[in-house]
């Protein structure tokens, strides 16, 4: 009978929050690096061959081991920033080699100083990105030295061949940068402009879910380029005219991005040639051509909102042709000094009750493993301890989540890592082997954690065996630590940690609400008036937001994958965060639309829209564990009624905002 079955279908079935937590293993649409894939077939492959050349395998294969630490840490596109996401991480994982070499044997002894070790780690990891690999790396090398016999009777041996490793995988990055010099900085400032040009194709489009896509991939390209852009110049004490060039190409196509939100309002498209223009420039900027660019932009734009994106355009182009484009520097402000950015460091990682809090998790789960693997006969036991630590990084996302596609990422490794032991014999056959296996991991890590889980696992077997000889014997332990692993980073670092289980997502937002809110309020004052900010100032206010919003995004990305009640609640958050987007759009397209002709609003009508959020940023900060919501994903797009004012489209678009939020502007319960 169906109905029967269709029953026992749907009681068989998955639960959704289970679906949504495996659903990130489909693989996210990425290119392949090229240059990141022959590095690592070389750097890995090259110490292996020396070793076996020498006749010193095992010397060749920590060689090796630390070049998988600067194939991981190899993401950065600037030669500049290579240099800090290799080296730097580089050095602290001499030092967890180090210590944990000098306690490898000592029982409780190395328990205790592994479990300082975490907690050291986990505490650093919480302050940037090269902090957080610097942690990994410190924390993974020690688990690695206390776990396995290293060869040599010299404590400091380990530590140079692991990091000479590693300074050949940067070496190697580095080959380049004498004839590509400043090419990785132009090419990612001229990404922001095509995806600029993309996000105006869309800004005449109905479909407003494509438009929110193009404006996240915006603010996303953005971040990026001035974050390579800044950290190169922040190497600078002079100045730099090609430095000050391209940041002046950048800030110049802040105007295109703010005229956007006005053209989208109009909802009428804009003519083809407006975004061929800014793929013009584009071109331009990624040749390092410095002059005037041919620009077919169509005659006479109609309307404020047209005029606005063909100013905004030409401004961009004028910037381009600059060949001095002014003190650059001087008005950006120079970033601190490095020492200034240490002490700012420390000073967070000592005094930051969440640094505190990751890294006595961190500890807790990884004294656990220890511990059980002292009291019970597990052979080969640190590969626990490892399992915890890729499991635990506070940046990679939901510890549940990822507890799960570890489970699953390493058993598809395993299978791979079974028939290389299996059937193919050591020695110098492991160098080809190699220059097969390496390059699946930067080839496979941005399509998710289980990919590169799934391509690190075999890599790791056959370095360590190479060290201890085991050969496929090594498979189903791993399997056995692996699930281990992933059962006390669950258990201790999961379940114990209330505040793991649910979100942040209200807390941020409400965060972002308010820092709205005074952007709404100093948008349309006059910049005359004294204490108002600057127009570069309110750029940067937007800018700020919209990155604040991108955080917000990945964080509820992460809190979906999450098992009920929790997962739900998420999700519930995100038509408000929608909505919110919508709102520093019609309030920047107001902004334009002043900056062409509109009347300015008053004082008083601003600040009364700015009350508004406000009161619902405090009512989301008072019920954060928002449980459901009047809406669920962008509402159809409105074109703009000139007969609404200037800040009509506004008005709805927070009345709208402060309705997914509930009945009188609070947070639903």
Known sequence: MPRPREFTVARLAPPEWLVRSLGTLKPQPAPI????????????ALPLAVGLAAGYPAYGALASMGALSGVIGDTATAYRMRVYNIAVPQLFGAVGIMLGTLVYGHGWVAVGVVTAIALISGMISTVGAVAS??????????????????????????????????????????????????????????????????????????????????????????????????ARRALYHARNQDLVRLLAQLNAVIPIVEAAPAAYERGRPLPPEVPGAVRSLADAVERGFAGP???????????????????????????????????????????????????RAARNVLLSA????????????????????????????????????????????????????????????????????????????????????????????PRGYGYQTAAITPVILLLSDVLNRQGAALIA?????????????????????????????????????ADTARYVECAFLDPATPGVPDPAARA????????????????????LTEPPPFGTRAAAFWPLVVALERVVD????????????????????????????????????????????????????????????????????????????????????
């Open 33 to 44: 690096p090229w240059p990141a894939v022959a590095r690592a077939a070389v750097a890995m």
């Open 133 to 230: 690999v610097s942690g990994l790396l410190l924390l993974l090398n020690s688990v690695i030295g206390a776990g396995l016999p290293m060869p040599g009777d010299d404590w400091w041996l380990p530590p140079l061949l692991m990091t000479s490793g590693g300074l050949l995988v940067l070496t190697l990055a580095l080959l380049a940068w004498p004839v590509r010099s400043g090419v990785p900085e132009r090419a990612t400032v001229a990404g922001a402009y095509r995806t600029v040009a993309d996000l105006l194709e869309k800004a005449g489009a109905a479909d407003a879910e494509a438009y929110a896509a193009a404006r996240q991939d915006v603010t996303h390209a953005l971040n990026q380029a001035y974050d390579v852009v800044l």
């Open 293 to 343: 660019v041919e620009l077919r932009l169509p005659e006479g734009p109609q309307g404020p909102a047209a005029h606005a994106v063909d100013a905004a355009v030409r401004y961009a182009a004028e910037a381009l042709a600059e060949s001095d484009p002014g003190n650059v520097d001087d008005r950006l402000g120079r970033p601190a000094a490095l020492r200034d950015r240490v002490r």
């Open 354 to 445: 969440a640094s505190w809090r990751y890294g006595l998790r961190l500890a807790l789960c990884i004294g656990l493993a220890q511990s059980l693997v002292s009291l019970v006969d597990v052979p080969r036991s640190y590969w626990v301890a490892l399992t915890i630590t890729f499991v635990m990084k506070p940046d990679f996302g939901s510890v549940f989540s990822r507890a799960v596609l570890r489970a699953v990422g390493t058993a598809a490794g395993l299978v791979l890592a079974a028939a290389v032991l299996s059937q193919v014999p050591r020695g110098w056959w492991d160098v080809p082997v190699m220059v097969l296996l390496a390059p699946l991991i930067p080839a496979l890590t």
């Open 477 to 513: 332990p791993r399997m056995y630590d692996s699930l281990m692993g992933c059962g006390i980073a669950l258990v201790a670092g999961y379940l114990l940690w209330p505040e793991s289980w649910g979100t942040r997502i209200g807390d941020r937002l409400a965060d972002a609400v």
């Open 540 to 559: 940067r206010m937007r800018r700020r937001i919209y990155r604040d919003l991108s955080v917000v995004r990945t964080e509820f990305q992460r809190a």
């Open 586 to 669: 019609a309030t920047t397209s107001a902004r334009v639309r002043v900056r062409h002709g509109a009347p300015r609003p008053a004082p008083a009508e601003s600040k009364e829209l700015s009350l508004q959020l406000e009161q619902l940023a405090e009512d989301l900060r008072e019920d954060a564990a928002l449980r459901r919501a009047g809406g669920s994903g962008p509402r159809p797009h409105e074109p703009l009624d000139d007969e609404d004012g200037t800040l009509g489209p506004l008005r709805r678009e927070i009345a709208a905002a402060r309705a997914v939020a509930g009945p009188g502007g609070s947070a639903p319960t």
